[in-house]
């Protein structure tokens, strides 16, 4: 359908509309063309916005910027959510609720640095490193949620279901296109490093991902072992030492501590119901 014929099948949709006495021929048009050009939020807002501006006799332009002005916020949140929900987290976590008096190691300071998504454009690592229950996942979520609702793109998956995936798409010859895929997301959030071990095939696949994003996309790890430690996942001592390199040159690397806080508060409920 070209323009012009467009164009004259919402004028007689008007047309007709407006013969009925219920219908405004104006409000009809500015419905109809909100529909035809995708403008949820001016739909249901214009006529608010036009009461408003006449009753502070606001000119034409600001008029049109306000318009304008709900449609654009309203398209940025959507995208906010869309790409939290692309980046596939296991829960939602936000940084602000992070308790940082159960955790001493954790500042406002230091998350307002990880939430800023400068470090990612500039394709530097993020470690976690911390005992289970101190709070690396939840800081993992946190900080992708923020990245992903600052505009980038961010993919969060385990260890074990990342090296999964890349073995099945070797076997089906597919594992190009798959490292591919992974290098367009602007930071990969791989939780639950050093859980479990890695065979030599499964920490070369994994040594592939890391070194397409080296020094241009950014990796956050969250691990429960040190670094001097990473040799009992990954067996191949060189292959262990360049992962440790890679994940570590430029890096935000924070510890976590050892103090569960998932087993303090478990305590503390047990000791308030006894």
Not at 44 to 51: D, G, K, N, P, T
Not at 140 to 152: C, S, Y
Request: hydrophobic residues 45%.
């Amino acid at each position: 359908m070209t323009i012009a014929t467009a164009t004259r099948a919402t004028s007689r949709v008007v047309r007709a509309r407006a013969a009925i006495p219920e219908f405004d021929a104006t409000e009809v048009a500015i419905d109809e063309a909100c529909r035809t050009l995708h403008l949820p939020e001016v739909r249901a807002q214009w006529a608010e916005l036009a009461e408003m501006a006449a009753k502070e006799r606001r000119s034409y332009r600001d008029f049109l910027a306000d318009v304008f002005a709900v449609e654009v916020a309203a398209r940025e949140e959507r995208g906010k959510v869309r790409r939290v929900r692309e980046a596939n987290f296991p829960r939602p976590k936000r940084l602000e609720d992070f308790e940082f008096e159960a955790n001493e190691n954790i500042t406002p300071e230091l998350l307002g640095t990880l939430a800023d998504p400068a470090w990612v454009r500039s394709g530097h690592p993020l470690c976690l490193i911390g005992d289970s229950g101190t709070g690396k996942s939840h800081l993992l979520i946190g900080i992708g949620t923020a990245i992903a609702e600052a505009g980038l793109k961010v993919r969060y998956t385990t260890t074990a279901a990342l090296v999964n995936e890349l073995a099945e798409a070797a076997s089906e010859q597919q594992l190009t296109r798959t490292i591919n895929r992974y290098e367009r997301v602007d930071l990969l959030c791989l939780d639950e490093f050093g859980y479990l071990g890695l065979d030599a095939a499964g920490a070369k696949l994994l040594f592939q991902v890391f070194t397409e994003r080296e020094e241009r996309r950014a990796i956050a790890i969250a691990s429960n072992a040190p670094f001097g430690e990473w040799n009992q996942t990954i067996t191949d001592p060189r292959l262990c030492a360049a992962i440790v390199d890679r994940v570590t040159f430029n890096a935000h690397i924070v510890e976590t501590g050892t103090d569960s806080y998932r087993l303090a508060s478990t305590k503390a409920r047990l000791s308030a119901a006894a």
